[in-house]
């Protein structure tokens, strides 16, 4: 289906003439497409996420080079030392960032502080930033209640001139919707998860130093963002539950299902199961508790937020707040913005391919669900298996291209 429509899946058109007209049709796509001035763009929260570390091999090589005379247990030595101390300011680095974000954090929610609001008893006070979950909620009713309003608009405008507008691009969403940027909101929410993990870590981290990534590894859930080294990621997101939801999903259309209502369902209408399989695999409920100690209920109250949270990303990765979009990603948001939403299947290929490939493919993933996620719901995070593959390619030559 080479167009944008409602319910239905986008695909690359044939011809980047055809995918330009098709930008005329699609606020999204069209947002999507926009270059942004570099120093305009806040998309990233650098500080929230690890910072770059060679690996094992690169370090032990590098060592080698330097040591051309060192053999036997001097270079073995060497190797270990600088290893070691490759890993002691990963870690330390990311602990002070840590640190850094929560004050920046707090700064935060100063700056954005309501003022002239009036309490209970009728006196005035300044209301701060709520909880992050409560935060989201609020911003993607927000976005929600706005394109309703468009909607609405563009309808009563249609009736009114009694014609449909065909060279003019709908408005879904109203551009510059919030002062915070994606930059700091994802600051907020990373952070949050990471400093109460921060006390624990330091403690393990100054009696272990060295064997720290033994005990991540073994634990891995225990690690603040900001010190996830890249052999331990894969531990990290089990997604072994996107799989399973595949199957699931296979065996309903050789029943007869619509993949559409299918990518419709919400947190409260999807089979228990195929729930069970994306909490885990969104990180939702912890690897070392059962998943049968968590109710329904809250597992699906968990889903829900997740998808407020999707929905509030998603219009910042669309550059719809002016402040950059996918193009815009580094490499490591472009990955966490994948797990996500369910986009990467074998996280191993990952780090171990060519970065360019991989990037132009999950670029390419991610704006299909971008363009098309808005129309649908948490269900389609089970569904991207079943669509066309996207040239990715073709997308980044047309994004470079003129």
């Known amino acids: 289906m080479n167009q944008v429509q409602r319910l239905g899946f986008w695909s690359l058109p044939a011809t980047k003439k055809q995918f330009v007209s098709e930008t005329q049709s699609s606020q999204v796509l069209a947002s999507l497409w926009c270059k942004f001035e570099p120093d305009r763009v806040e998309i990233n929260a650098a500080t929230t996420l690890p910072q770059p570390i060679k690996s094992k091999p690169q370090i032990y090589e590098q060592v080698s080079h330097d040591n051309p005379t060192a053999s036997g247990v001097s270079l073995a030595w060497k190797r270990f030392y600088a290893y070691g101390k490759s890993i002691g300011g990963f870690y330390r680095a990311g602990v002070v960032n840590v640190w850094k974000n929560n004050s920046e954090c707090n700064r935060l929610k ?35 209640m706005n394109r309703i309003e468009n909607k609405t608009s563009n309808d009563i ?65 225990i690690t603040p963002s900001t010190c996830v080294l890249p052999s331990i990621v894969p531990r990290l997101w089990d997604t072994r539950g996107i799989e399973a939801n595949s199957s699931l999903v296979s065996k309903e259309l050789e029943s007869g299902a619509d993949l559409s209502s299918l990518a419709s369902r919400t947190a409260y209408n999807m089979p228990a199961e195929q729930v069970k399989n994306m909490v885990r695999s969104l990180r939702l409920v912890s690897q070392y508790l059962p998943i049968g100690l968590y109710s329904d209920t809250t597992l699906r109250d968990r889903l829900q937020a997740h998808l407020n949270y999707l929905v509030v990303d998603n219009y910042y990765l669309c550059g719809l707040n002016r402040q950059g979009n996918i193009w815009d990603l580094s490499f490591e948001e472009l990955v966490m913005a994948c797990l996500e939403r369910n986009l990467i299947e074998d996280l191993r290929l990952i780090y ?3 970065r360019g490939v991989v990037s132009a493919d999950l670029r390419a993933r991610l704006a299909r669900f ?26 980044i030559e047309w994004n470079s291209s003129p």
């Open 352 to 354: 171990s391919e060519d």
């Open 157 to 221: 405008s249609n009736v009114e001139t009694k014609l449909i507008k065909h060279n003019q691009r709908p408005q879904d969403f109203d551009p510059g919707l919030f002062a915070l940027t994606r930059s700091q909101y994802q600051l907020l929410n990373r952070t949050r998860k990471d400093f109460v993990k921060l006390p624990l870590f330091a403690v393990l981290f100054a009696i272990f130093v060295e064997c720290t990534p033994l005990l991540c590894y073994a634990f891995p859930q």
């Open 110 to 144: 100063k700056q954005f502080m309501m003022s002239d609001k009036v309490d209970h008893a009728g006196q005035s006070v300044a209301l701060r930033i709520p909880r992050f979950n409560m935060l989201t909620h609020e911003m993607a009713q927000v976005i929600y």
């Open 370 to 395: 971008l363009v098309d996620f808005k129309d649908y719901n948490i269900g389609y995070l089970t569904v991207r298996a079943h669509l066309s593959s996207i040239d990715s390619e073709k997308l």
